[in-house]
């Protein structure tokens, strides 16, 4: 099992940023990915940004230039920074880490952009 906790989400104005954490615990060893996924009020969870086992990072498309994902040096903590907020960015934000095709998932952390 891998445990996932995330923390820095909050309320930020538009044009603001914002830097989330997720630390893994647990069972880390083998762990192929992490990311970040998010998920607006009545919209479907969706991808926003991933870093392999390697360092190779991906985004999605509506999020690249803005948003980009890092990790520290024991890869057991990833980041998200997160630039240029806009409201349609409010969302509770999880972070995912793939072990062995296996998902694991935080309890997520709500992000609001509002003036």
């Known amino acids: 099992q891998v445990q996932l906790v995330e923390s820095g989400g909050g309320l930020v104005q538009p044009g603001g940023s914002l830097r989330l954490s997720c630390a893994a615990s647990g069972n880390i060893f083998g762990i192929n990915a992490m990311g970040w996924y998010r998920q607006a009020p009545g919209k479907k969870r969706e991808f926003i940004a991933r870093i392999s086992y390697g360092g190779g990072t991906n985004y999605a498309d509506s999020v690249k230039g803005r948003f980009t994902i890092s990790r520290d040096n024991t890869g057991t903590t990833v980041f998200l920074e997160i630039n240029s907020l806009k409201p349609e960015d409010t969302a509770v934000y999880y972070c995912?880490?793939?072990?062995?095709?296996?998902?694991?998932w935080g309890q997520g952390t709500q992000v609001t952009v509002s003036s």
């Open positions: 995912n880490a793939n072990l062995n095709t296996v998902n694991f």
